[in-house]
């Protein structure tokens, strides 16, 4: 009898399925680098900044740089000058960004949702007896 899937091996469904919808949507998708500093300024609170950013992810600041610009290109992410430090520059979420998170969660939510639909419609297949 096969094991059932357990929710650690659903989880790259859910991933490739989620990318999938992201990159069929109308307009230009993102780089994993770009939706790794998306989620990071929208899903964690606080300001952000490129030494910040940088930190967090383990990458270089001039890669930070290179994707803010893009994320600021498709209005998903905006720069200001701290007012606080004016050598430092925060990221500020933007309206498009939100409806972009919003879209995510829900991308997300159906490919969960498919996945285990997929999973339950193989543990209910009948199993086979072995002749012999």
């Known amino acids: 009898m096969p094991a059932s899937p357990s929710a650690t091996d659903t989880l790259p ?3 490739r399925d989620t990318v999938v919808s992201l990159v069929r949507r109308e307009g230009p998708d993102l780089s994993a680098r ?3 500093v998306f989620l990071t300024c929208y899903l964690q609170d606080g300001n952000h900044t490129v030494r910040g950013l940088a930190a967090d992810l383990h990458v270089s600041k001039p ?3 290179r994707a803010l610009d893009r994320l600021g290109e498709l209005e998903l992410a905006r720069r200001k000058v ?3 430090d004016r050598r430092s520059v925060l990221v500020q979420r933007t309206l498009k960004g939100s409806a972009l998170l919003r879209d995510l969660k829900h991308m ?3 490919a ?3 996945a ?3 999973a339950a419609g193989q543990s209910d ?3 086979k007896v072995a002749n012999g």
């Open 13 to 15: 469904t859910i991933l």
């Open 34 to 36: 770009q939706l790794a």
């Open 63 to 65: 890669a930070i740089t």
């Open 82 to 84: 701290d007012p606080q």
């Open 108 to 110: 997300m939510a159906e």
């Open 112 to 114: 969960a949702a498919e």
């Open 116 to 118: 285990k639909k997929s």
């Open 125 to 127: 297949s009948p199993r």
